[in-house]
């Protein structure tokens, strides 16, 4: 189990080079180089040459790119064009408050998801599944900057029930502390993943329901319903497991929307607003950081699949 | 049919009448249509019949398991005074798993894979005993001492895949047992192993039944499993019981014509090598109407208007003593042999009334066989066998040849680095085969058998060795040589129905070979097609027909038509016959047979099955790790084997004969990994004649009793084969 952690680490950390080889890349693709993005159309090539030999533009890429790997690792990302703040002090404020988001989210998906999947998997056939099948379809299929009107709409305007912006405080403490907020863009976050993830948690159990070993389970005199905890529930978590380290990144980029749409201080929002004022360098951080989620999403998936079923892990 | 004492008595199970219905979602399959039979504490009863039949349906309805969709809609399933087919769930639960356990057929998928074995073991005990975790798992532990799984506390803690197939069944049967059941429902509980495992595990469940006298239901589509294992048996056909007698009595002298003709297809009853085996015309009936008269007609050549009208009840042989007598053979009366109570019982040992009653013979027949006459020779009139022509032409000549494969496959692995990790599928492996020739290719999962029909077709390269064929080197040819000499060898699947595209018409199926090939224009490709349907027996009206519409026999025929499609004159076959029943076996084999003749085709056929193998075959190859132990022409390796390998599994195989003398020395142990193969001699640690020469020499083949038979042994058997 350590030497398979140790092994998908460091497949996870040569992932996470290429990633930073293409953000790099990206950086010197801008038209016309940062110094253009920065000193603007009008400026004179004195003046380009001065900002390029100031920030080592001017030097050949494979140094530029140690020497930026190298301020990376010290956990240097540059400065903001526009915000006057270093990107690294950016997104660590702004990061935390997007996992308190996103966290929640999947954890209300996960809490409300795998009940539905079994539920509708014992009712199969049934008015139960039918409904709940067709809401899942619905809500997978309403765009999320939709959904969020029509919440704000009914729950905020209509309902006066949860306030339309999510709470603005500086700490993820306030954040927290301020939940009626938080209703509105974690449930808008969520109602998607929810559709996703029953209607694979369904299937799943289905799938498990129709093994031999639940018949063997049964002629042991176990009952139906720790039949299903005991022996179809674990085994019908590995295929969910793949799902949700797919959706890690996923869920980052729908912060974008559902954070503009919320006013929600986070990094969606930051990227969202760095992208009006073409702030490159925040740009990429964000970039970076959602190219470790993508990363850290299938590490997880790796390890919920070892933890979940012991078959991978004897053959890792 | 009813008891007239009407009380469970000594009885510990008693079905009667039992009707099921599996509701699907266009039709009603009546699964059981009157299905009868009873039990005595302590009793082994064998329950056959071909797939379909409903003796899978009868096993899960005792516990109420059925299917979903499938109920209960008649007749009674009288369990120690409790009504199993009416009982509520509760009921069923307290006896599942506490006084009546069961083992399933495939180890592998009847165990839950994420859960670990002591887990599974004592999950019955939480349930019905009210144990603690502790105490059960110590419980458990023991219970997997007493099935054999060695060093039982480690393998607690271990999953199911971490264990071979053999120890998963050890473990079913421990889980099965754990809270000392009365009955032990057994469903085809050794179709999924090897042989030997197969041995070890009747054995096993043989001697539970009498440490632990309970009594045991062992479902089964094998005669010879049954054979030495049960008292009484129960013949299934279409959702009913058609005969049920003491094994003796209903192996010496069936009287239902079904019965009669299942044993007459068996290989191991074939009278002669040379002659066609016996077969059952047609197929089973749908069990989606209830047809009328008696269900075996339409296929049974005795029958009459009467058969066809109404139905045979199943009644009993109203003098049962010289029925068995008259017969001629060594078969004992059926009294007292047949008396259906084990050594647990003994309330009413030999007692007339009761014993004498329940033991006899009864069957559902209006034409029954004459035991007077020999019933096999009776059944369909053999066609006479053309001579075989056999050129001495060397077809196939395999040189020294091995297949390696990499253990681990690791992307960012240095090629040569890891080559240490490989294992050899098959290690050194030299034979010939003639023109016109079977070479059967004998062996346990994992040696290597199939690997090389691989090699042999040309699918595989070999790691070393050389493979030639019509004297030519296949490494050597060249992609369009190579194209041609496909044409020349031809393969045909066990699995007739995964090798072939669902959603391809058999047309389809059929031309795209010659098409591939290039032969033939449109009509003349259609004139083959329909002529290769001819030749397996299948209408031509099939091309139109997509392969999910056929049988498990006509699918099997169709993949022998598609073999044949480019008249090669190689077929390997690798395990044709392992998926279908007895009956159709035989009609597959002949057909193989006498297309054989007709094209003079050779076969490399691979097989598990000792008894087929040895039907079919004219020289037999005997494979253990990648090795071929023995090769020799078929009679001389197997009524005079030289490897003690071959004289296990011949011990080991079981003989559809309740009479048959217990096994010399069935084979113990299992397989090696060929990942770690023993030195030397690979055989070495099963073998009862190993010494110390055999684990430092390999030894190499030789002729020690008669020319032609090779053997690769330091101690072959040369003075057991009769010198």
Known sequence: MIRFLIKRTAQAAVVLLLVSVIVFVLLHQLPGGPARAILGPKATPQAVEHFNHQQGYDRSLPLQYVQYLGRLLTGDLGESYKLNQTVSSLLSDRLPKTLVLTGLAIALAAVLAIPLGILQAVRRGRAADYLLTGLAFLAYATPVFFLGLVLILVFSQRLQLFPAEAPQADTVGGILGDLPGLVLPVVTMALGVIAAFSRYMRSAVLDNLGEEYVRTARAKGQSSARIMARHVLRNALIPLATLLGLYLPTLFSGALVVESMFNYPGMGLLFWNAAQGSDFPVLLGVTLVVGVATVIGSLITDIAYAVLDPRIRSVS | ?723
Request: hydrophobic share 40%.
């Open chain 2, 1 to 723: 049919m009813t008891d007239p004492t009407a009380s469970t008595g000594s009885l510990l199970l008693r079905v009667d009448d039992l009707h099921v219905e599996i509701a699907g979602r266009d039709r009603t399959v009546h699964a059981l249509d009157g299905v009868s039979l009873d039990l005595a504490p302590g009793e082994a009863l064998g329950i056959v019949g071909e797939s379909g039949c409903g003796k899978t349906m009868t096993a899960l309805s005792v516990l109420g398991l059925l299917p979903g969709g499938g109920r209960i809609t008649g007749g009674s399933i009288d369990f120690g005074g409790t009504d199993l087919a009416t009982a509520v769930e509760p009921v069923l639960r307290g006896v599942r798993g506490n006084s009546i356990g069961m083992v399933f057929q495939d180890p592998l998928t009847s165990l839950n894979p994420t859960m670990t074995i002591g887990a599974q073991v004592a999950e019955p005990l939480l349930l019905h005993k009210g144990l603690g975790k502790a105490e059960a798992w110590q419980r458990a532990e023991e219970m997997l001492r007493l099935v054999g799984l060695p060093t039982p506390g480690e393998r607690l803690k271990n999953y199911p895949h971490q264990l071979s197939g053999g120890m998963r069944q050890r473990v079913a049967i421990a889980m099965a047992l754990i809270c000392e059941p009365q009955l032990l429902i057994a469903d085809e509980p050794t179709t999924a192993l090897d042989v030997t495992t197969q041995a070890q595990i009747l054995e096993l469940i043989d001697d539970l039944r009498s440490r632990l006298g309970m009594a045991l239901i062992l479902v089964t589509h094998d005669l010879g499993v049954i054979a030495r294992r049960v008292d009484r048996v129960a013949v299934m056909y279409a959702g009913k019981t058609v005969e049920r007698a003491g094994v003796r009595t209903l192996f010496a002298a069936p009287r239902h014509r079904y019965t009669q003709a299942l044993f007459a297809a068996l290989p191991e009853r074939a009278a002669d090598e040379s002659q066609p085996l016996a077969t059952i015309p047609g197929l089973p009936p749908s069990l989606v109407t209830r047809p009328a008269g008696c269900r075996f007609a339409p296929r049974c050549g005795f029958a009459t208007g009467e058969c066809r009208e109404t139905e045979p009840a199943l009644s009993e042989v109203v003098p049962p003593l010289p029925a068995a007598s008259r017969n001629g053979d060594s078969a004992p009366a059926p009294g007292p042999r047949t008396a259906p109570h084990g050594p647990a019982t003994g309330d009413t040992p030999e007692g007339r009334a009761g014993a004498a009653r329940r033991g006899a013979h009864a069957f559902a027949c209006f034409h029954p066989v004459d035991p007077a006459v020999d019933p096999i020779a009776e059944v369909v009139p053999a066609a006479p066998a053309a001579p075989p022509s056999r050129a001495d032409e060397t077809l196939l000549a395999l040189t020294d040849v091995t297949k390696d494969y990499p253990l681990h496959s690791n992307p960012f692995a240095l090629r040569g680095r890891s080559a240490a990790a490989v294992v050899s599928a098959v290690a050194g492996v030299s034979l010939t085969v003639r023109r016109g020739e079977t070479f059967g290719i004998v062996g346990e999962s994992g040696c290597g058998k199939s690997t090389l029909g691989r090699l042999v077709v040309g699918m595989e390269e070999p790691t070393r060795g050389t493979v030639r064929f019509a004297d030519r080197d296949i490494a050597a040819l060249d992609r369009r040589a190579l194209r041609a000499h496909r044409r020349e060898v031809q393969l045909m699947f066990q699995d007739s129905y995964a090798s072939m595209d669902p959603r391809m018409r058999v047309g389809a199926i059929l031309r795209e070979p010659l098409v591939i090939q290039g032969i033939g224009d449109r009509a003349g490709q259609n004139a083959r097609i329909a002529g290769l349907l001819d030749d397996v027996g299948l209408p031509r009206g099939a091309v139109d027909r997509y392969p999910h519409e056929f049988s498990g026999g006509q699918r099997q025929r169709l993949g022998l038509a598609r073999a044949l499609a480019l008249s090669p004159s190689l077929v390997v076959a690798d395990e044709p016959v392992s998926a279908l029943d007895v009956s159709v076996q035989a009609q597959i084999l002949n057909l193989m047979r006498d297309l054989q003749r007709e094209k003079g085709l050779a076969y490399l056929f691979i097989s598990h099955d000792l008894a087929v193998v040895r039907h079919l075959a004219d020289t037999v190859g005997v494979m253990y790790l990648g090795k071929l132990v023995e090769t020799g022409p078929a009679a001389s390796v197997f009524d005079a084997p030289l490897h003690p390998y071959t004289r296990g599994l011949l011990d080991t195989a079981e003989q559809p004969d309740p009479a048959a003398e217990a096994a010399g020395a069935p084979l113990g142990g299992e397989t090696p990994s060929a990942a770690h193969p023993p030195s030397g001699c690979r055989f070495r640690t099963r073998c009862p004649a190993a010494q110390e020469i055999c684990a430092r020499i390999e030894p190499a083949p030789a002729e020690p009793a008669a020319p032609g038979h090779r053997v690769a042994c330091h101690f072959p058997l040369v003075a057991a084969a009769g010198r």
